[in-house]
């Protein structure tokens, strides 16, 4: 049976990051299709490298469903040349989730790492330095 979408998000990509907003709470259905605007953008964009900047502070959790499709995003993601993410959250279980995520992808783990705040701000600014520091190598 497939049910209508609960929760929100937005995404968009420029200069090697991509930015999501996700929002209330959602289901199977939701994180489907967020996966696939994801896979969508980065697979016309063809970045060499990027990275996932995400502001989940409004964000209220998920039916079980929602993690199983994440893990899978987020092989895909590291496969598609994501460098890093950073997240924007408020809450311990969410950053202990997402740990869990990273772990059921041991082959496939971003190179620049994780990082997690309650500060907007301060994820920004990670996420700017992971990439002038991606940069900075690769020249």
């Not at 090697?16 to 907003?21: A, C, G, K, Q, R």
Request: charged share 25%; glycine share 8%.
């Amino acid at each position: 049976m497939k049910y209508q979408e609960h929760g929100r998000y937005t995404i968009c990509y420029a200069d090697n990051i991509l930015f999501v907003e996700a929002f209330g709470r959602w289901n199977k259905e939701l994180a489907q299709r967020y996966c696939q605007e994801i896979e969508a953008i980065i697979t016309v964009e063809n970045p060499p490298y990027w990275g996932l900047f995400g502001d989940c502070r409004d964000w209220e959790m998920a039916t079980p469903e929602v993690w199983a499709e994440f893990d899978r995003c987020y092989g895909w993601m590291v496969k598609h040349r994501m460098i890093f993410m950073g997240l924007a959250c408020n809450s311990i279980l969410f950053k202990h989730f997402i740990g869990q995520v990273v772990e059921h992808n041991p082959e496939d783990q971003a190179s620049g790492g994780q990082f997690f705040s309650k500060e907007f701000d301060e994820v920004r600014e990670w996420c700017h330095a992971q990439l002038l520091n991606y940069r900075g190598s690769d020249l």
